[in-house]
């Protein structure tokens, strides 16, 4: 099961059930990342005997796993852990911190044998380094999944326990990312004039803070609810641009690493080559990626 917000685990979670599926595993693959979606996980969800591993991926935020996607993993029984193989997967900007760990821990705690952790690195959507559209990735986060994905099978394979290593740049963003300066993104508004009441930005909040009212000529979004994560979910679906997203307050902002700095970090720890690339340009390598593997 998973979290995202902005498709890279959900591409992870992809390229992992075809490599999967490959290999003659059966699999089922959940999207956790709003409560609704929570809600028809848990009614597709077959018991627990029927699973012999169990996969947590999430995007990070505050250098944490999303609390939705944590939550969940903590309500469901116990039954889905014990005795089964379990792997631990997040897509960071490069912060992922403790996060991969943490859930590890939770999940040996409920019984389960930890064969595989890894991070990978895309900032796509991390809010100090959006810059009107533009998006900063690693090319290989594209093939990176697909590989990762054998490497998965082959500590399936093995079942052997590992440990969880955490991340270099945890440190940096302790400072840049916190919980109180999360809150600081995602205000977004609609406009009703351009809203098209497709309902996908309601579908994709993982906050449900987006509801659906009359309009002057139909059904229009409105942000009725608490933005709580900032993740610019119903932004980046929106499919008539009528969202726009602002910072709260800019002069009350954090202090950041703006580009730049953070660039030449992630250069100094060793990183996989950052590249930029038009949000477009990502969404279609995306894509492509997506349907070569059909
Ligand atoms: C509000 C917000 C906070 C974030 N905080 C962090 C962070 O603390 N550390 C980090 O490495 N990446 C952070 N990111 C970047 C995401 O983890 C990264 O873009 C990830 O690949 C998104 O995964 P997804 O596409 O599956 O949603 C943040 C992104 C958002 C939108
Ligand atoms: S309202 Fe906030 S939490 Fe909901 S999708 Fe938009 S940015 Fe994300
Ligand atoms: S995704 Fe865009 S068009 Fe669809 S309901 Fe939301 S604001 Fe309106």
Same mark, same amino acid.
């Given at each position: 099961m998973y979290a995202s917000w902005t498709g890279t685990c959900k591409y992870v979670a992809k390229c992992y059930k075809n490599a999967l599926e490959e290999a003659g595993h059966e699999v089922d693959c959940f999207d956790v990342s709003t409560p609704t979606k929570q809600e028809k996980a848990t009614g597709k969800m077959r018991p627990s005997a029927e699973y012999d591993v169990i996969g947590c991926g999430s995007v990070i935020a505050s250098q944490c796993f999303s609390e939705l996607l944590v939550n969940y993993v903590e309500a469901l029984d116990k @039954?889905?852990?014990?005795?089964?193989? /379990?792997?631990?997967? /997040?897509?960071? @900007?490069?912060?992922?911190?403790?996060? +991969? @760990? +943490? *859930? @590890?821990? *939770? *999940?040996?705690s409920r019984g389960s044998t930890v064969v595989h952790s890894y991070a990978f690195y895309a900032t796509h959507n991390y809010p100090p380094l959006l810059r009107g559209h533009m998006v900063v990735i690693t090319p290989a986060m594209i093939d990176e999944p697909m590989d990762n994905a054998i490497q998965l099978l082959d500590a399936i394979s093995a079942g052997e326990a590992i440990t969880h290593p955490t991340k270099l740049l945890a440190g940096i963003f302790a400072h840049v990312i916190t919980d109180r300066t999360c809150g600081f993104f995602g205000k977004v508004t609609v406009d009703p004039e351009v809203c098209t009441g497709c309902e996908k930005c309601v579908r994709v909040c993982p906050s449900e803070a987006m509801t659906m009212v009359d309009g002057d000529s139909g059904k229009v979004a409105v942000k009725s609810g608490k933005c709580r994560y900032g993740c610019y979910a119903c932004f980046n679906n929106c499919p008539v641009s009528a969202i726009t997203k602002q910072l709260a307050n800019p002069a009350k902002q954090p202090r950041f690493l703006w580009n730049d700095e953070y660039l030449r970090v992630v250069r100094h720890a060793n990183l996989p080559k950052l590249e930029r690339v038009s949000r477009d340009k990502y969404l279609e390598m995306v894509k492509e990626a997506n349907a070569a593997m059909q």
């Open positions: @039954a889905y852990f014990d005795g089964k193989k /379990a792997f631990v997967f /997040a897509t960071a @900007a490069g912060g992922d911190g403790s996060a +991969r @760990a +943490r *859930m @590890a821990k *939770m *999940m040996q």
